[in-house]
Structure formats: structure tokens, C-alpha cells
């Protein structure tokens, strides 16, 4: 395939060697067009991928002069390998690391009593979220927040008691033969980052450079002064800031470039995108591909149901499955499954230690926190998914789930189905839509329609732009009868 305009401006950009941000919209052609860049020099480089199976596919597609890893191989290869016995170890219960940690008894923080399991969990919770950043220390905001301690007051309480335990986790994580702590791969990756390490290159292809979490843009920036930096992505695709991901490329200090050719769809469905793009505030419009007769219309029978929630695919996959069809769920029921045995241990009078849920004791606070707390509103589809079915249905469910290979249809996150692609997608009906002002209410107010959100924009382009050939908008087809949702080109 011949290269387009924006492709040999990219390649020629970067056989200038100047730094370089590559926007790269939806079925673009990303990858290819780092296989041009890279095809293009015989200096030494290196693209980081996101995770290992993007690495391995990579290695196929690029030139023997760029080794392909993740960021977590380099760190092994430079610090990691030293872990070895402590990354083999038995694992280890958060409860029992809290116990060698000095956790031996509950505290009360307001009106809550805090065990010494949620104080275990919420430590090495604490040294994960730590070991994301790129700070030198553990602080009070590496702590995070408990359901029911949403207050500020409530919380800086907890993270008081918290915090002296991180501290003491961190500590025991440093011993590269034993400790208490359950060594992992974040670990070496924080330990690597934290010595300032030197990635032998003359340039860095850093990819889905709008996910990337601040210790891995530490690193990367790092070699500045040694390597050539790439770095390319997709701003309207971050869609993982909750999770203390970072957008590192609209502030990056390079050449700014994008791909704005979509090949993975046609017109009509890039039309679709760019409403979403409009609204995501995002620097890139796409165009389709006129030879991919994308359509956009009613799916009978999708190849993939996108979800907006892990509740809301849940209640697809019953769906689906008590119309006999065999389903396969994105990434696993684990984490349904976990969640449908805390509702149980809940609804049974015990307490849960899942992180969500750990502070309730029972299922009746749970439900009135979800329906009359505004931090809890989004834990009331779990609440209406299990009294409307019960956990055995929903355990039933993940239980009987097809692999994905054998499935009819596939049901997925939008979250998770980023970076993939099915010929025909539908988008269920749990996501969000803002509050319109009919013709009516504008005739006698001067009230404006409720702003879309551009975080729910971002994901919302993400879930669009996964179909190749037929697209049924389900969910987002409020989006036609929005005051301010008119294509945006």
C-alpha cells in the first residue's frame, strides 16, 4: 500500500530527527506507519508497546534494528531479574503482609470501624497506586478512597493510619530475597524507574502514548538528550485517567503530526466519529475510507455488544444466553464473579474484603448507600442486577461463558474493546446521556441542554469506531437528537 500525504510527512519529519507526536486516529494505521518510520533509518531503536502481545506482533512487522518490548522487559532486564525468587513466591494474603507489617487491630475513622483486612488491602493498594506515578515518595495521595470515607476529614483520618504502613511495605519490597509483601511486576518497574535508567537507543517509538501512566513518561522523557522520542496515540482515546493514566501528547514538546485516514471504515461511520470528536475537544477529525461501505443501522445479530459498564455486560451476557446464544465476555467473568460473591457474603451477613465493597456490612446498607448517597449512584446497577436475578444466576452466567474463538457474539467494554475491531457492533443501552431541553422547554426557559461530557465523549468514539462494517448506535443514538449533536467534520 502506498503511503498517504500525512504518512510521508510523519517519515520524513522523523528522518529529520526532530522529536515527534503522532496523532493517530481511529484504524489509521498506526503501527504501519511506525514499521515506515522505523523501515526509513539503520540507526538502533526501540518501541515501547503497551503490553505484551502488542510487543510480539510488533516484532514481526519492524526492522531487525528496533527491539520491540514493553516497559516492564526493560525494567526486568535492568532491575527485575533480581526478584526472581521473590516474583515465584506462594502468594501471600493481604491480611497476613498487613499482620508482618504491624496491622493488628481495626481502627474507627468516624463512624466507621475499619478491620485490619480493609487496612491491609488499602496499604498495598496504596504502594500500587505509588508505584504509577512518578513520585519519589509515598504521600497521603497515593492513598486511596474507601466507599463510605469519601470526606475529605474522613479520609485524610485514614490516610494518617495508612500511610506509616506503606512506608513499611515499601521498605520490605526493597529486600531482593524475601519479605512479606507479595513482589510483582509494578514493583521492579517503580524500583527501575526510581535509578533513572539509560535505554540504549538512538530513538524511542513510545505507542498509545494517551494511556501512558506517569512512571513509564518519566522514563521515556528521561532519554531526551541520548534518543530521538516518538511518541504516537490517540488523545480522544485516553480513556483510562481514572486509573492514574496520562495524556503525555498534547503537552509534548516536539513536532506535532497526525494520521487522520481511517482504513478500518467509511464515511458515513467517520462522520459518526467526528461527532464525538467534537465533543472530546480532540485535535483530529477522521475521513473514511470511500471503498469500505461501512453502514450504520439496526444489528440484528451483532459480533460484538459493547457495554458501558462490567454490570451493564453482565446483564447482556444473561440476556444473550436465555436467547441461547453462546457468549463469550472480554477479558473474563473474574471480575463479575468476584463482585457476585462479595453481593452474596453481603446478602448473607458477612462482610466482603472486596475493595469496593468492604466497608458495608450488610446488603441493605449497600442498597441505601447506591440509591440515596450521590458518591454511591454507580453502584446501583450491581444493586438492580442482583435483586433482579440473584448471585447464583449471575455466578451461573460467568461459569457457562464461551472463549471467544467458539462464541456468536462477544460482549466487551468499551474500555476493554479498545485497539480491537468486529464486522458488525452494537452498543448497549447502559451508557449515560445528558439532560435535553425539548423545543418546548426552550420556548418558555432559558435553560441550556446539559453539556455532554467529554470523558464520556472520548469513550463514547472509542466504542463507535470498533465496527467494520455495520454499526447499530443503540445507546448513543440520543446523540441525533441532542441540541448540540450535529456532525462535526
Known amino acids: 500500500m502506498n503511503p498517504t500525504d500525512e504518512q510521508t510527512t510523519a517519515a520524513d519529519t522523523f528522518r529529520a530527527g526532530d522529536h515527534l507526536a503522532l496523532q493517530a486516529g481511529a484504524g489509521t494505521g498506526k503501527t504501519t506507519t511506525l514499521a515506515l518510520l522505523a523501515q526509513a533509518t539503520k540507526r538502533r531503536g526501540r518501541y515501547l508497546a503497551y503490553n505484551r502481545a502488542i510487543a510480539q506482533d510488533a516484532t514481526t512487522r519492524f526492522p531487525r534494528n528496533v527491539l520491540c518490548k514493553t516497559p516492564h522487559a526493560l525494567a526486568y532486564a535492568g532491575v527485575g531479574h533480581r526478584y526472581t525468587r521473590r516474583l515465584n513466591a506462594p502468594r501471600r494474603p493481604a491480611w497476613q503482609a498487613g499482620q508482618a507489617l504491624g496491622i493488628t487491630k481495626a481502627v474507627r475513622v468516624g463512624e466507621h470501624q475499619v478491620t485490619q483486612k480493609a487496612l491491609a488491602n488499602a496499604t498495598l493498594r496504596t504502594v500500587t497506586r505509588f508505584c504509577h506515578t512518578a513520585d519519589e515518595a509515598i504521600t497521603t495521595s497515593h492513598v486511596p478512597r474507601l466507599r463510605g470515607l469519601e470526606d475529605p476529614d474522613l479520609h485524610a483520618q485514614f490516610a494518617t493510619h495508612i500511610v506509616p504502613f506503606a512506608h513499611k511495605a515499601w521498605a520490605d519490597l526493597q529486600n531482593v530475597d524475601d519479605g512479606a509483601v507479595r513482589f510483582d511486576h509494578d ?102 475510507t470511500p471503498a469500505v461501505p461501512t453502514e450504520l443501522g439496526p444489528v440484528a445479530q451483532p459480533d460484538a455488544v459493547l457495554c458501558r459498564t462490567n454490570v451493564g455486560a453482565m446483564a447482556q451476557v444473561m440476556t444473550l444466553m436465555a436467547a441461547e446464544h453462546r457468549v463469550a465476555l472480554a477479558g473474563g467473568g473474574d471480575s463479575l464473579q468476584a463482585l457476585a460473591l462479595a453481593a452474596r457474603d453481603l446478602k448473607e451477613g458477612r462482610r466482603t474484603h472486596h475493595p469496593e465493597l468492604i466497608l458495608f456490612p450488610c446488603w441493605g446498607d449497600l442498597q441505601d448507600y447506591a440509591a440515596y448517597d450521590p458518591a454511591g449512584h454507580d453502584l446501583q446497577p450491581l444493586v438492580n442486577l442482583v435483586d433482579t436475578h440473584g448471585t447464583d444466576a449471575i455466578l451461573t452466567a460467568v461459569a457457562q461463558l464461551t472463549p471467544e474463538p467458539h462464541a456468536q457474539v462477544t460482549v466487551s467494554t468499551a474500555h476493554k474493546a479498545k485497539g480491537r475491531e468486529w464486522p458488525r457492533v452494537l452498543i448497549a443501552d447502559d451508557f449515560a446521556r445528558p439532560q435535553d431541553v425539548t423545543a418546548d422547554e426552550q420556548a418558555t426557559t432559558t435553560a441550556a441542554p446539559e453539556p455532554i461530557d467529554d470523558a464520556e465523549a472520548r469513550l463514547a468514539y472509542v466504542a463507535v469506531t470498533r465496527t467494520r462494517q455495520r454499526l447499530d448506535l443503540g445507546g448513543l443514538s440520543w446523540i441525533h437528537n441532542h441540541s448540540d449533536g450535529v456532525p462535526r467534520c
Open 187 to 288: 514493583h521492579y518497574l517503580k524500583i527501575w524507574a526510581l535509578a533513572r535508567p539509560h535505554i540504549d537507543a538512538d530513538f524511542l517509538l513510545l505507542d498509545e502514548a494517551q494511556d501512558t501512566n506517569p512512571v513509564v513518561e518519566q522514563i521515556f522523557l528521561s532519554q531526551r538528550d541520548h534518543a530521538q522520542l516518538v511518541m504516537v496515540g490517540d488523545s480522544a482515546q485516553a480513556i483510562y485517567h481514572w486509573r492514574g493514566a496520562k495524556d503525555v501528547m498534547t503537552g509534548f514538546d516536539g513536532t506535532q503530526l497526525s494520521l487522520s485516514q481511517s482504513f478500518r471504515f467509511g464515511p458515513d461511520l467517520a462522520a459518526e466519529a467526528n461527532r464525538w470528536l467534537h465533543h472530546a475537544d480532540a485535535p483530529i477529525r477522521l475521513t473514511g
